[in-house]
């Protein structure tokens, strides 16, 4: 667990369509402010005794520790992967101006 109150999530999929989904998908639901979607990447990994190698898509999600919980069982739902990569990193520092976006971005909203 983090003592930070912002975190980076990181995952990958397959596809930028899959990606993009993902990402609007959090930020509609106010669970990251912010998606960043890298160009393809290559992961080289161990998968059911076989070496593999893949083209992916890395998304950076900017959220908060409080939102975490919500974030990855939204990710988990939401991943055609059998076992997904989610990842929390702590945001150690950061502009005041920006942290505080996040915190905004992500707060759960009062239903009406």
């Known amino acids: ?10 995952t990958t999929t397959d596809s ?3 990606a993009r989904s993902l990402a609007q998908g959090a930020v509609e639901a106010r669970l990251a ?3 960043q979607i890298s160009a393809p990447v290559t992961s080289v990994y161990r998968w059911q005794n076989a070496i593999e190698s ?5 998304l950076l999600f900017k959220t908060t520790a409080e939102r975490y919980g919500e974030l990855e069982a939204h990710l988990l739902a939401a991943h055609d992967y059998e076992t997904p990569e ?9 502009s005041a101006r920006y942290l505080d976006w996040v915190a905004a ?8």
């Open 16 to 18: 930028e369509e899959k």
């Open 105 to 112: 971005e992500t707060a759960p909203v009062a239903p009406l």
């Open 33 to 35: 402010a912010c998606v």
């Open 1 to 10: 667990m983090t003592t930070t109150p912002w975190l980076t999530v990181l």
């Open 54 to 58: 893949t083209e992916e898509w890395q």
């Open 86 to 94: 989610v990842i929390a990193i702590p945001v150690v520092r950061g």
